[in-house]
C-alpha cells in the first residue's frame, strides 16, 4: 500500500484549512477530500449541510463533486452558489451549523481551497489532519477524472436573506459616499447590493465575479493592490474605501484622504467600540498584532488576550468564551464581532458596515476616528527561507538566547518578544520551508534595533537566515 499513498499531497492539509495548487488540488483529489469530510460530519452525528463557493474556474465544478460524495453518504448537501464566506457561514446556521467552502481566499489564481464548519466552529487542526487520513482511503493516484468548467451560478433567496441579515442589524443615519472594491472575488456583487439598500452612494469597482482575476490575486493586504481604490476615493471625494478579499473574510478599509489603515490601528478602534458598551471584556488579537493593541485594550479597561494566528482559532476561541471575548481579529485583516450582534465569525463587509455606524453616530471622519492609535513603525509579514534548518531547532536557539534580554516572552505561536516601545517574532510557517518575521516599535530607530537584535541571536548558528532578517525590505 505504501507507494499508492507516495504522492498523496499531505502538505495541503494545513493548520487552519485545505489549500493548495489546482494541479495538486485536482478533481480527484477533491473527491477523496470529499469523502474524508462525509465521514467527518457523520461521525459528528451531523447529516445535512450547505456548500458555497468563490470565484475560482475550478470552483462550481469542485462543489459539485463534494456534493455528490455527500449525497452518496446520505448527506442532505444543498448548494447555495458562488458566495462569499461569511454568507456561507451565515446560511449555514440553518444546516446545523455546517458548511463546505470552496475557497483559497486571497491566494493567487493557480490556487484552490476548502474550509468547513461543523455544528458552528471551524475544525482544529486535529480534525484537518484526521480529513487528510481518512482522504488517502480514498485517493487514487493520477485518476482522471473531467474537470469541466461550470458556470458561477447565484441563487438569490440565499443572498437575500444574508443582506437581510446585515440590513437588519445596521442603522444608518444618513448616507455615505462609498467606494468598493471586491478584487473580482465571490463577495463584491452582495457588498455591492447591501451599501446600497443601506442608501450609500456607492462606486463599485472590481465588483464581478472573475475567476482569472485580471489584475493581480484578490490579496487586500499588499499595497501595490490598492492602488485602484485609493484613486478612486480621492477622485470620488469618498468618505472611505472598502476593499475585500477574495471570499470576503477580510478587510482593508481607506480614509477619506486615501491613506491605507493598517489592521493594528483598525483593531484598536473596534476593541474601544467594543469595549465602550461592554466593558472589563475580552479582546482578543493574534500574535503578529503590535503592542499598541495590547495597551489599546488595558487603556480602554479591557483584558488583552494574544492567541495563535489563524482565523478558525479566532473564531473557536470566540465561540468558547461564553460571552467573554466581545471582539478578536487578526493582524491579516479578519474582524469578528461577538458582542451580541454580528454572526461571531470573520465578515470583512460586516466589519466595514460597523465602521460606517460609528462614524455617523460620532459624527467623525474616518481618519478623525483613526487619530488615536497613530501609525507604527513596523515592518509587514517577512518571509525567510529556513535553508533546511529545522524549524523548531532554530526557535529554541531564539528561545535560549533571549533569557538574556529584558522582555516578555510569548511561545504561543512562534517566539515573540515583548518590550515596553515595540515587539519582534519568529514564526515557522504552517505552508511552506519559511519563517515569517515581523518587527514593530514607537519609531525607526527602536525598529531598527529590535531587528538587529534577532538578527543577532542567530548569527553565529544560522548565519543565512541572521542575514536575511536583516536585508528583507
Known sequence: ??????????????????????????????????????EQYLRAGQTQLAIGYDARLTSPAYAQI???????????????????????????????????????????????????????????????????????????????????VLEHQVFPEFCLQYQQSLLDDIQLKQPL?????????????CAALVLKKLGCDVTAIRCEADGNFPDHAPDPSQEIHLQKIRHAVLAQKADIGIALDGDGDRLVLIDELGGIISADRLLCLFADMCLAEHPNSE???????????????????????????????LRKYLAQSKGKAVFGGEYAGHYVFND????????????????????????????????????RNGTEDIYISTYHA??????????????????????????????????GIIRASNTGEYFTVRFDADNPARLDEIRTLFSSMLLEQYPHIAQDILDAQ
Open 1 to 38: 500500500m505504501g507507494s499508492l499513498y507516495n504522492n498523496f499531497p499531505t502538505h495541503i492539509f494545513r493548520a487552519y484549512d485545505i489549500r493548495g495548487k489546482v494541479s495538486v488540488l485536482n478533481a480527484g483529489m477533491v473527491q477523496a477530500i470529499a469523502h474524508g469530510l462525509a
Open 66 to 148: 463534494i456534493q455528490n460524495i455527500c449525497r452518496q453518504h446520505h448527506i442532505e448537501a444543498v448548494m447555495i452558489g458562488c458566495c462569499s464566506s461569511p454568507m456561507l457561514y451565515y446560511i449555514a446556521k440553518q444546516f446545523g451549523g455546517n458548511g463546505i467552502m470552496v475557497t483559497a481566499s486571497h491566494n493567487p489564481k493557480t490556487d484552490n481551497g476548502i474550509k468547513w464548519m461543523i455544528q458552528g466552529e471551524p475544525p482544529c487542526p486535529e480534525m484537518i489532519h484526521q480529513v487528510g487520513q481518512d482522504s488517502k482511503k480514498h485517493f487514487v493516484p493520477k485518476a482522471a477524472l473531467s474537470t469541466a
Open 177 to 189: 459616499k462609498v467606494v468598493l472594491d471586491g478584487l473580482n472575488g465571490s463577495a463584491g456583487r
Open 283 to 313: 479582546i482578543i488579537y493574534d500574535v503578529k498584532c503590535s503592542t499598541m493593541v495590547r495597551d489599546t485594550v488595558l487603556r480602554g479597561g479591557g483584558q488583552p488576550v494574544m492567541i495563535r494566528t489563524g482565523s478558525s482559532f
Open 340 to 375: 451580541g450582534r454580528g454572526g461571531g465569525y470573520d465578515d470583512g463587509l460586516y466589519a466595514a458596515l460597523r465602521v460606517i455606524e460609528y462614524l455617523q453616530n460620532k459624527g467623525l471622519s474616518l481618519s478623525q476616528a483613526l487619530a488615536p492609535y497613530p501609525e
Open 390 to 423: 529545522i524549524p523548531q531547532t532554530v526557535l529554541n536557539a531564539v528561545e535560549h538566547q533571549s533569557q538574556f534580554i529584558d522582555a516578555e516572552i510569548s511561545k504561543i505561536d512562534g517566539i515573540r518578544l515583548d518590550f515596553d516601545d515595540g515587539f
